[in-house]
């Protein structure tokens, strides 16, 4: 099952998810029956994540793919560069920098940008 993410905007405080008062529906089954909802064509249907979207130019998605590319791959002097340069797209067109580029930058820099030796191409959340 693919998993897909989309991180928007750093530093943010969520809501603490609830019910609604007095109800007897358990979070965790409305967050199963979301979940079982799911599937890769809500990035298509969803307003919020099409508007999102539209921020983003064919320039600064080629250089992200780019560099999601060499980050996956282990050539991670390379795709810092490209992140940085995706961030730095972002923050000119006045979105505030990009959140993903940023997150994985972050991760990156915790490891002073040397791809690990055990890499397999992703990180335990």
Not at 39 to 66: C, G, H, N, V
Not at 70 to 78: A, I, V
Request: hydrophobic residues 30%; charged residues 30%.
């Amino acid at each position: 099952m693919p998993i897909h993410t989309y991180d928007c905007l750093q530093n943010q405080v969520f809501p603490q998810l609830r019910t609604p008062k007095f109800s007897s529906i358990k979070l965790s089954d409305v967050l199963r029956k979301q979940a079982k909802e799911y599937d890769d064509q809500m990035w298509e249907r969803d307003p919020d994540l099409i508007q999102l979207r539209r921020l983003a130019t064919s320039e600064f998605k080629a250089i992200y793919s780019s560099g999601l590319e060499y980050y996956l791959g282990g050539n991670w002097e390379k795709a810092r560069e490209c992140f940085l340069q995706a961030d730095a797209l972002m923050t000119e067109g006045d979105s505030g920098g990009d959140g993903p580029s940023r997150t994985l930058l972050s991760f990156m820099e915790n490891k002073q940008f040397k791809c690990p030796p055990e890499w397999k191409g992703y990180r335990d959340l």
